[in-house]
């Protein structure tokens, strides 16, 4: 199995901060990465797919980057609706495996 | 627009079973493969299960398998789970995922306790 290490596990910013996300996984992944925000009781909502693709809809102060095992997830400016947590998956093999998520909190 | 929405969640006794449907809309059901997703409570995202298209293909987590058996109808646009044997560690929002297009549903709840 494709283990995803997510790091950090939670992190505190202000808003207009820069704010940076990594997954990486246990080997070759090409770019079969999404990044996902889940807000408290929310379903997931995808951010970004093919690790720089951005979802339609979503702000472009959410980016993706990184190929091969090292992805980054950054957000240019953060924004008080941003509070989630946030999780990084890979789909290139089943079982299909997700970081352990980050929780982003505003300060 | 993309839907799922599932149903058939519950409360069910340890060694219970329950049978989750996901009913979709908004797309063209058969060609896709679709996965089901579960989150304990206060817990992270953990991948159940995977279908192909044609319902041959089948996949499942370690943690499932022989217990859950997914299946899906094409004329219906309908995706399920059989949930045999439940356990208490099985108590989670199940989700219905078309990862294609990152599409979610809203989730049903299980629990099982006595």
């Known amino acids: 199995d494709i283990q995803m290490t997510q790091s950090p596990s939670s992190l505190s910013a202000s808003v207009g901060d820069r704010v940076t996300i990594t997954c990486r996984a246990s080997?070759?992944?090409?770019?079969?990465l999404h990044w996902y925000q889940q807000k408290p009781g929310k379903a997931p909502k995808r951010l970004i797919s093919?690790?720089?693709s951005l979802q339609s809809g979503v702000p472009s102060r959410f980016s993706g980057s990184g190929s091969g095992t090292e992805f980054t997830l950054t957000i240019s400016s953060l924004q008080p609706e941003d509070l989630a947590t946030y999780y990084c998956?890979?789909?290139?093999?089943?079982?299909?495996?997700f970081g352990q998520g980050t929780k982003l909190e505003i300060e | 627009e993309v839907q799922l929405v599932e149903s058939g969640g519950g409360l069910v006794q340890p060694g219970g079973s329950l049978r989750l449907s996901c009913a979709t809309s908004g797309f063209t059901f058969s060609p896709y493969w679709l996965h089901w997703v579960r989150q304990a409570p206060g817990k992270g995202l953990v991948w159940v299960s995977r279908i192909s298209s044609d319902g041959i293909d089948k996949k499942y987590a370690d943690f499932v398998k022989g217990r859950f058996t997914i299946s899906r109808d094409n004329a219906d646009n309908t995706l399920y789970l059989q949930m045999n044997s439940l356990r208490a560690d099985d108590t989670a929002i199940y989700y219905c995922v078309f990862l294609y297009s990152g599409n979610w549903g809203q989730g049903t709840p299980v629990t099982v306790s006595s």
């Open positions: 998956l890979q789909h290139l093999n089943v079982p299909v495996t």
């Open positions: 093919a690790a720089s």
């Open positions: 080997q070759d992944i090409r770019n079969d």
